[in-house]
């Protein structure tokens, strides 16, 4: 009987000290952040920063100031990233666009559009190389300058063509940024240079002629 009872303990004992063993440590971790490269593959990184990855040879491009970076962060302030979102203005989808945008890269049928995550970011991306041929002579003549107070960058003189068109950024250079130019909700072109500067955006061509067959 007491052979029984030393040999089921000792029984007892392995299995939980084999349990203990395998038990997982109550580690806090970083938050995950999708990286998206722009020809479609994805990289999945615990960090945001790339001085996190000191020995990381892959060429991918880090959320802070590429591309990616640029589309997520205008899509924020546009619609929080909806791609269904409709505004009292009927401006439509992740980025906003207004009708005239869409038909100047293409785009006709605005039901269509809403409905088509995909066709949103090739719109983006159109509307940006349109914008950068037509703003070209100001991206060249005022990058790097600071007028009234804001620093000039590409980025942000594409951000602010994207909130107000073309021609408002021209006006606004033209008045060497002294006279206040704001969209229907009030939100002006100097606030999005200065929000959206920096980005490297040496990756969209300027082309006159981009446009979408939808």
Request: positive net charge; glycine residues 8%; aromatic residues 14%.
């Amino acid at each position: 009987m007491i052979k029984k009872w030393y040999f089921y303990s000792s029984l007892i004992v392995i299995i939980t000290f084999l349990s203990l063993g395998f038990k997982p440590f109550n580690l806090k971790t970083k938050p995950w952040f999708l990286i998206e490269k722009t020809d479609g593959s994805e990289y999945l990184l615990p960090s945001q920063e790339k001085d996190d990855y000191p020995n990381l040879n892959l060429n991918i491009p880090y959320t802070g100031n590429h591309l990616i970076g640029f589309k997520e962060a205008v899509a924020f302030k546009e619609s929080q990233g909806k791609y269904r979102l409709v505004n009292s203005l009927g401006y439509m989808g992740k980025y906003q666009f207004g009708s005239k945008a869409l038909r100047a890269i293409g785009i006709h049928n605005d039901k269509a559009f809403l409905k088509d995550p995909a066709l949103q970011e090739k719109a983006f991306i159109a509307l940006l190389s349109k914008n950068k041929w037509i703003l070209r002579n100001e991206i060249e003549k005022y990058e790097g300058k600071v007028i009234n107070g804001v620093e000039i960058t590409e980025s942000g003189i594409l951000a602010a063509a994207h909130l107000g068109g073309a021609g408002s950024v021209k006006n606004f250079f033209k008045n060497r940024g002294n006279k206040r130019f704001r969209d229907a909700y009030g939100t002006s072109l100097r606030s999005y240079m200065k929000a959206f500067g920096g980005y490297d955006l040496s990756f969209i061509e300027a082309d006159s002629n981009a446009t979408i067959n939808d």
